[in-house]
């Protein structure tokens, strides 16, 4: 897989940073949205693996889900260190998360995979954006949280086996893609919207170095682009 590309051209943020309430609740924010994030897609992986056709399959999926689970205590210590109740800093973000998975609800082992890769992929990527703005030690825990460990390539090993299988199969992914795609954007910006800190955060409104609207556009052109190589890796047409 090709590496993220997110801006860094403000300078690296200080432990100072966190004494600024407003800066203070978006470090929550973050930290909620990415520990529920987890949680959800923990469910969800371990629904999805009884679409598995194999045993092996079945197991590998299972594995998947027990990685993202294991990523939520490290959220929750530094959400406690931080002075905040986890359970309360994750609950504003239950309905959008839900929600997505409502709208995107696979239809079979396929489209599992691809919703695993794609649209966990996008949500990552839009992480990691406002994580570079953060100091250092959030930043670290947070793109730690939401490195690869492997799945990539069994689920573009297991898709690319399909759509050679069955060409009929690619066409329909491409568009099960691009579904997934506008509808996480949808829910990225609905987060972010819904949260006035992270808003103010991604707007440079907080004191602390942050995306300007030009920035934000950017964003979001390289959070397309990212998408664009997924699908090409999966051997698809975005």
Partial sequence: ??????????????????????????????????????????????????????LEDRVAIATMAAGEFSKVAALHRRLEALGADPFAAMAPFSDAIERFHEHTAPA????????????????????????????????????????????????VDRVRAGIAADHRLGGRLALWGRRLMGEALIQAQRVAAE?????????????RPGLDLAAIGRMFARLTERHTERMAELGLDA
């Fill in 1 to 54: 897989m090709t590496e993220s590309r997110v801006e860094t051209g403000s300078e690296p943020s200080t432990p100072l940073a966190l004494e600024d309430p407003a800066y203070r609740e978006a470090v929550v924010d973050l930290l909620g949205v990415v520990a529920y994030g987890e949680i959800s897609a923990f469910e969800r992986l371990a629904e999805d693996a009884k679409l598995a056709p194999t």
């Fill in 108 to 155: 079979d082992w396929y489209e599992g995979l691809i919703k695993a890769y794609v649209g966990d992929g996008l949500a990552d990527d839009f992480f990691r954006e406002i994580a570079a703005y953060l100091d250092d030690e959030t930043r670290d825990l947070v793109v730690r949280t939401l490195e690869d460990s492997g799945h990539a390539a069994f689920v």
């Fill in 195 to 207: 949260r006035d800190a992270l808003s103010a955060l991604l707007a440079g409104g907080t004191d």
